[in-house]
């Protein structure tokens, strides 16, 4: 990512030259907000611009480093940047953070803000008022740390398969090839070495749980979905309006999905379908390859994108130039992927696992909308 470009939203309160990884940097910036009179509503306004360019420069500080983590999990320096910050920085900050919300709801005059402008921010505001328990602190860090242990262990995971050693996503790509019994020993390669490292995910997944459930509970919610949706502003959709979708797709889509089954089961003459039977084409047609190399997806990406619009097509070839883009997978990479917010800037950033599948050419526009 090129962080040295002129930047089309320049600092007024955060100084240019702040190491944000450093508290003594940070400290005075959060006394300045907690010590200032609000005196006006413009004062109010002026004082909120600045919190939030704060609170942009730390939430864009984390991501580059989890961004960077993500991409090298085998970077031991970019892993201690990233867990410095996690622990040392993010638990002095919510406290205050804390504190400025509640100084914001108690300004006598927010009343004078506009408030269709200013309804958001104060719903938010408030849920986070509601939520915050400081003992959620600790929980919150060991979570982040346990998340970013997940990630380096699936990193890691490679197997020798076809004469060279391949990532988990890079094995994918077998399960499209017509030969039925190579897809099995793929498959069942890619399996094993996962297993390799199960009681070690089991126990990363056990202690998330307990975390995220402990966090509910400290915070008066039954379960850590409702907590979540309140930690999300989730305000417009419920918990239960999702379960009745969930019952929705039981009822009007599985049936069509096994109805698909069937028929791919029949076109293939199988008494069963088998996991490595479930990305092949059925009829034994060859498989798709869109690319071979992450630059040449990008490129064709932006093919598409300009035979839909121009516009969209120059933001996402401005996002390849500037470096807001790793797409290949790679040994030491996280899995999946995700489009990240630089929020000081206002960029967004990509991060996928491309091993030269169709799926994803739709994952890369899938993020694209994302980012766009």
Not at 3 to 20: G, Y
Not at 174 to 182: F, K, L, M, P
Not at 263 to 279: H, I, T, V
């Amino acid at each position: 990512m090129n962080r040295n470009r002129v930047c089309e939203f320049p600092r007024t309160f955060v100084p240019v030259d702040a190491d944000l990884g450093d508290w003594n940097a940070l400290a005075p910036l959060f006394q300045n907000l907690m010590d200032r009179d609000l005196h006006s509503k413009e004062s109010l306004e002026k004082w909120l611009l600045d919190q939030s360019e704060l609170t942009a420069c730390l939430s864009e500080e984390r991501a580059r480093r989890y961004i960077a983590m993500t991409c090298h999990t085998d970077d031991v320096a970019l892993e201690k940047r990233y867990i410095e910050f996690i622990e040392r920085i993010e638990p002095r900050c919510k406290p205050l953070h804390h504190k400025l919300n509640e100084k914001y709801m108690a300004c006598p005059h927010r009343s004078a803000l506009d408030r269709a402008r200013y309804e958001v921010l104060d719903r938010g505001v408030q849920a986070d008022l509601d939520l915050y328990r400081e003992e959620n602190i600790a929980l919150q860090t060991e979570t982040a740390k346990q998340s970013q242990a997940y990630q380096k262990l699936c990193g890691a995971m490679m197997v020798e398969f076809d004469g060279r050693e391949q990532t988990m996503p890079q094995m994918a790509k077998y399960q499209e090839e017509t030969d039925r019994a190579r897809r099995r020993e793929a498959w069942e390669l890619t399996a094993n070495r996962r297993l390799q490292d199960r009681e070690r995910m089991d126990d990363i997944f056990n202690q998330l749980v307990q975390l995220r459930h402990q966090m509910a509970r400290n915070a008066g919610s039954e379960t850590f979905v409702d907590y979540a949706f309140r930690m999300y502003h989730r305000f417009d959709y419920t918990p239960a309006d999702c379960l009745r979708f969930h019952e929705t797709v039981e009822s009007c889509i599985m049936p069509v999905v096994h109805a698909n089954d069937d028929r791919r089961r029949e076109a293939m003459n199988l008494d069963a379908l088998r996991p490595w039977d479930m990305a092949v084409d059925p009829l034994g047609r060859p498989p798709l390859r869109p690319f071979e190399e992450a630059s040449e997806m990008a490129e064709k990406v932006e093919r598409i994108l300009r035979r839909i619009e121009p516009e969209l097509a120059g933001q996402f070839w401005e996002m390849h130039q500037n470096g807001e883009l790793d797409l290949e997978s790679r040994k030491g990479k996280a899995p999946g992927g995700y489009q990240y917010t630089l929020d000081e800037v206002r960029r967004p950033f990509i991060f996928m696992n491309a091993a030269g599948l169709q799926r994803d050419v739709e994952t890369m526009l899938h993020e694209g909308g994302h980012a766009f």
